[in-house]
């Protein structure tokens, strides 16, 4: 069902669109704590080496490209090209398959008015999906044990992870022990969108990658990450050079 590939070390898993419903409920129903990551550019440079967040990617459950760069990197280091999702729409998808299936969601991160937004909207387009809980993010760290143990005792299918969790996909990922049988899934803008704060990405703008001059409108300093951007393009000549 999935195909295990690595790009400059990284790897990143090949999931086709048809597949996604049936490979969901499949690491649903794996035991203990799981996770799903959203695998960009910067984030792939961060995940090669030895360090949690790289030890984090290697030990998820599914390793989902949200890239164009990571798949013309693996057509040029000659690997099975993976599918890029966009992650809007895989959260739908995700969260579409729960509600056919009855699961469940706790909500983690945002800001109250945020978070409650995206609670109500989430409930009138998913009235089927069970909202076991709900936790703002920005909390204390004297505050961490009780949300932890909110989550462990609602032990909801999946637990959506928003803005306001410094620590995005690590903090499950350091606290996996902690838990009972979860997916956990971290994406920054995730209720922001649901709450109609943040304006999602238009659709054709992703589809041609260029979803980058979106941000930079928003923040310029982030034309810096092109320095990244160019080292990841030397890491793959690397990469193809030592493969010959």
């Known amino acids: 069902m999935i195909e295990r590939i690595d790009v400059a070390g990284v790897p990143v898993d090949i999931l086709r669109p048809e597949n996604l419903d049936q490979e969901i409920l ?4 794996k035991p203990g704590t799981k996770q799903i990551v959203f695998l960009n550019v910067w984030n792939l440079l961060k995940a090669r080496g030895k360090n949690d967040y790289a030890e984090c990617v290697r030990n998820a459950d599914l390793v989902i490209p949200i890239s164009k760069s990571i798949l013309k990197g693996a057509k040029f280091l000659k690997r099975d090209i993976p599918v890029r999702y966009n992650p809007f729409d895989t959260v739908i998808n995700i969260l579409s398959v729960l509600e056919g299936h009855f699961k469940s969601v706790y909500l983690l991160g945002g800001t109250r008015k945020t978070l ?7 409930k009138a387009t998913y009235p089927e ?47 996996k022990n902690q838990f009972a049988s979860s997916i956990f899934l971290y994406y920054r803008d995730a209720f922001g969108i ?10 054709k703008t992703f589809e ?21 951007f160019l080292w990841y393009n030397l890491v793959l000549l690397w990469y193809k050079i030592r493969k010959k």
């Not at 499949?26 to 129903?29: F, G």
């Not at 409650?116 to 989430?122: G, I, K, R, T, Y």
């Not at 909202?131 to 609602?154: H, L, M, T, W």
């Open 194 to 203: 649901f709450s109609s704060r943040i304006q999602r990405v238009n659709p």
């Open 129 to 175: 999906l069970h909202i076991v809980g709900r936790c703002v993010g920005y909390f204390s760290k004297n505050a961490e044990p009780d949300v932890i143990q909110a989550i462990y005792k609602a032990q909801p299918s999946l637990v959506l992870v928003s803005e306001g969790i410094k620590e995005k996909d690590l903090w499950s990922f350091h606290r």
């Open 116 to 122: 409650l937004q995206a609670e109500s909207n989430l």
């Open 208 to 228: 041609k990658g260029h979803e980058m001059m979106v941000e930079l409108g928003h923040n310029p300093f982030k034309i810096f990450l092109i320095f990244p």
């Open 26 to 29: 499949e690491i649903l129903s």
